[in-house]
């Protein structure tokens, strides 16, 4: 073994780590990405019984939530025991992130504010909204400046997620990892790809490594490509970031914080479960979005998840199809009296999770290139609902 080789963190070498968003320790250092129709209340109880962290609800969007939009009130819900309670805004108008923090602050609906600057979805960047806005360097300031003012009164942290930039031509990460530390945020998450990349291809973990060299007055937290507690060890030895981001690794893969929790304890990683309790995972799963959504909307949400949670198990495809049209609790009972429990945990179910897609060019507003300085709200992008 070389020296380098020691210095890399282990279950048995585990990686220093003290995190703190403001006033919240999280330990282990092990945040959940927002996942549109994902990590709802449910998902999010179903993951924190794994493991600590810190749980992020789906993405609000701020002109949604200040005009109290029915599906978004609905979607801000947290357990009595969640805590601390964090919501992730989408905004590109400074003057209705304000508004919307401050209702935050004044009905205590959230204990920590994510800002998402990272959506790569076609629709929003062509209104220059997600990961198009920082390249907008002035709006981007005036935007996260105004949620930290609002925030400030009870100590609510601000962090900020933003991608790389835009494409390889328009990096924009540097800039706004350091714009978001003078206008106050608490931390900063890169996701280490482009817009134009997407989901496609490999996360550049370099530049999670030249975004800690260039912010160190606030954690840096890195995401993208952690489909395993070894993926999370690895990118803090490699990058050195404060903390890890964990998207679609956990797509029906709840354990997954387990495994992290064990790794950042220094405590071996427990093996994968076999389809037993992988049948137990998928039933809790659909009691949990039954008592949120009631059983019939629930158990059709759940639909979504099954692919994921029987990947790799050798399930026949008649049986596979049946699962992803199963309308009740009743109904899923019987589908998973079908499968047999002592099934090892499969090879095939490691590695990357959730779509993956193809990158491909970016659509921005005309002219939206011209002026990286000018701070003009972009017309139209507003968002009227949340989740994505």
């Known amino acids: 073994m070389t020296v380098l080789d020691s210095m890399v963190p282990t279950a048995e070498n585990p990686p220093a780590h003290s995190l703190r968003i403001g006033p919240h320790a999280v330990d282990p250092p092990v945040v ?81 504010v994510d800002m ?60 706004a990892g350091r714009i978001a530390e003078e206008s106050g945020a608490a931390a900063v998450a890169l996701h280490a790809r482009t817009a134009a990349q997407r989901y496609s291809g490999t996360a550049d973990w370099s530049t999670i490594a030249r975004l800690k060299e260039a912010v160190r007055g606030i954690p840096v937290l890195g995401n993208g490509d952690i489909f395993s507690a070894g993926d999370a060890l690895r990118m803090m030895a490699e990058t050195g970031c404060d903390g890890v981001v964990v998207g679609r690794g956990c797509l029906g893969r709840p354990w997954l914080f387990r495994d992290l929790q064990a790794a950042f304890t220094g405590r071996e990683i427990p093996p994968g479960p076999n ?54 609790l009743a109904e899923l009972d019987d589908l998973l009296a079908g499968l047999d429990p002592d099934v090892p945990f499969p090879a095939d179910a490691e590695g990357p999770r959730g779509r993956q897609g193809s990158a491909g060019k970016v659509v921005l507003p005309e002219g939206w290139l011209d002026d990286p300085e000018d701070r003009c709200v972009p017309a139209g992008a507003e968002i009227d609902h949340s989740g994505g």
């Open 275 to 328: 389809l037993g309790e992988v049948r137990r995972v998928l039933r809790r799963h659909g009691e949990l979005l039954s008592e949120h959504m009631g059983e019939q909307k629930g158990v059709r949400d759940l639909r979504k998840h099954m692919a994921q949670y029987l990947r790799g198990f050798p399930v026949g495809s008649d049986l596979r199809h049946r699962f992803g049209l199963v309308s009740s």
């Open 116 to 175: 998402n600057f990272g959506c790569p979805v076609p629709k929003v960047t062509r209104k220059g909204g997600g990961s198009a806005l920082p390249y907008k360097r002035r709006l981007f300031e005036d935007i996260v400046t105004a949620a930290v003012r609002a925030a400030e009164p009870a100590g609510i942290p601000v962090t900020v997620k933003f991608r790389i930039g835009i494409d390889d031509d328009h990096l924009t990460y540097l800039d």
């Open 32 to 112: 959940l990405a927002p996942m549109a129709g994902i990590t709802n209340v449910a998902f999010r109880r179903l993951c924190r019984e794994y493991g600590a962290g810190l749980y992020v609800c789906e993405m609000i969007t701020s002109r949604a939530l200040v005009e109290r939009h029915p599906q978004t009130m609905q979607m801000i819900t947290f357990d009595a025991d969640e805590h601390p309670r964090s919501m992730q805004l989408y905004g590109v108008d400074p003057v209705t992130m304000g508004e919307a923090v401050r209702m935050i602050v004044a009905e205590d609906l959230a204990d920590h």
